[in-house]
């Protein structure tokens, strides 16, 4: 990987002044849990053990704290005889899932190494199978708990999620499964209409009204639950549990691990790209108006609003 990988953010710092973090979740096939935690004790220091069952951790690693697991929620809903059936029977389907605690830059880089090495060790990315629809979820913890930092990423999302599925797309196999369902149309015409100025209480709102999913390509849940538990409570998150915290919960991106043109920064560069768009409210401005605009002319937005982004975005300098 390298040292250009993994582009600082717009907003690079938190409100503390301190290196903004992110957590990171891939799933892949293809090893097993205790083979993945030997492989990152023996690359990245630290101790592996097992925890739960087929759980394990690995602690005291340059990248901190590993979890890996099968990603499965009979693991931990069942005891005995029945969850082990449901783990043999998962494992054809269901990904390992490795989930680090919030990394910088430098950390990102270092885990990046580390998927190199998991894709020469046999790691199966979502191509390997149609059965297979694995992802890389990204955290970013916030810039700040100011409105602008948590409502124009966001909106920027919002905007460009159509076109950013049309531009860099994402795996077939993942497309049909619910995880990573696009927002409803009436959610991003409102947020529209509030633009990159809202109150976040009426985003929160509005965004309420529209969705209580966590499987969208941008789920907000967490945040939201994080800074107003008045307004959503984490129960009420449909399609697993919300845990609360102040990070943005980026699902979209692919994990192709397999794939030796794929790599961590491949899908870095999505958020990057969604943040970059946040940083400019003018432009985020225009592009409000104009998907209203696109709305009522083109009634079905469909690819219309696919050139009509890709328009503005080569005008601004983005393309």
């Known amino acids: 990987m390298t040292r250009e990988a993994i582009a600082p953010l717009p907003k690079p710092c938190n409100a503390e002044g301190k290196p903004r ?11 097993t849990e205790a083979r993945i935690a030997q492989i990152a004790a023996q690359a990245l220091g630290g101790e592996a053990r097992r925890s739960d069952g087929q759980d394990w951790e690995v602690t005291g690693t340059k990248l901190g704290d590993l ?10 809903q069942a005891d005995g005889a029945l969850k082990e059936l449901g783990l043999r029977i998962g494992r054809e389907v269901i990904p390992v899932e490795i989930v680090t605690e919030p990394l910088d830059r ?14 020469s060790e046999g790691a199966q990315g979502t191509g390997r199978s149609l059965l297979y629809g694995f992802g890389l979820h990204l955290n ?7 409105a ?4 124009r990423p966001l909106l920027a999302f919002a905007l460009i999620e159509e076109w950013m599925r049309e531009t860099w797309p994402i795996e077939r196999t993942r497309e049909v499964l619910p995880f990573t369902a696009p927002y409803p149309k009436k959610l991003i015409e409102d947020l529209a209409r509030l633009g990159p100025d809202a109150a976040l209480d009426e985003v929160i709102v509005t965004y309420r009204k529209h969705t209580l999913s966590r499987n969208h390509g941008l789920d907000m849940l967490p945040i939201f639950c994080e800074l107003r538990p008045d307004l959503i409570a984490p129960e009420e998150g ?3 549990t919300v845990s609360p915290r102040p990070a943005f919960h980026f699902r979209l991106p692919d994990c192709r691990i397999d794939d030796e043109t794929w790599s961590l920064d491949s899908e870095w560069r ?8 946040a940083a400019e409210p003018e432009l985020l401005g225009l592009m409000c108006r104009e998907w209203l605009t696109a709305k009522t002319e083109f009634h079905l937005l469909g690819g219309k609003w696919v050139e009509t982004c890709e328009k503005i975005l080569r005008l601004a300098g983005h393309r």
Do not use: M, N
């Open 238 to 240: 449909k399609g697993g």
């Open 270 to 277: 999505r958020w990057w790209f969604v943040e970059t768009l």
């Open 21 to 31: 973090r992110t957590g990171v979740e891939i799933e892949f096939a293809g090893l």
């Open 106 to 119: 430098e950390g990102l880089l270092q885990l990046s190494d580390f998927i190199e090495l998991l894709r």
């Open 140 to 146: 970013p913890e916030i810039a700040s708990r100011k």
């Open 67 to 76: 979890q890996v697991y099968l990603d499965i929620s009979v693991r931990k």
């Open 148 to 151: 602008e930092d948590i409502v």
